[in-house]
Nanobody
Framework: QVQLVESGGGLVQAGGSLRLSCAASARIFSMYNMGWFRQAPGKEREFVAA????????YYADSVKGRCTMSRDSAKNTAYLQMNSLKPEDAAVYYC?????????????????????WGQGTQVTVSS
């Protein structure tokens, strides 16, 4: 059983930065794709960023490309999402997710249906 625990959310002014962390209960990065998703009130959960289990450059949603950087530290079993130049529309609950797929193309990585493990979420609030 994989457990994921997010942290790092909070209240920040527009233009500010936050770094979200996702601590995994086991060494999973070589076995599972890792993703960040977010969900704002009244909206569906949406893809933010993901890293393939095989490594390589992360995928990003167009809405955060150039402002967010996803990384992982295998020694710490922790994935990160560095978010800069935050906008009010970035406000949401951010979820970390892990999942296994044979195919690791962008469409697969962007779908929440392909992630079987989820954290409890961390709230990000951006004031204008």
């Amino acid at each position: 059983q994989v457990q994921l625990v997010e942290s790092g959310g909070g209240l920040v002014q527009a233009g500010g930065s936050l770094r979200l962390s996702c601590a995994a209960s086991a060494r999973i990065f070589s076995m599972y794709n890792m993703g960040w998703f977010r969900q704002a009130p009244g909206k569906e959960r949406e893809f933010v960023a993901a890293i393939r289990r095989s490594g390589g450059a992360p995928y990003y949603a167009d809405s955060v490309k150039g402002r967010c950087t996803m990384s992982r530290d295998s020694a710490k079993n922790t994935a990160y999402l560095q978010m800069n130049s935050l906008k009010p529309e970035d406000a949401a609950v951010y979820y970390c997710a892990a999942g296994f797929t044979l195919d690791q193309n962008e469409a697969v990585m962007m779908s929440p249906d392909n992630y079987g493990y989820w954290g409890q979420g961390t709230q990000v609030t951006v004031s204008s």
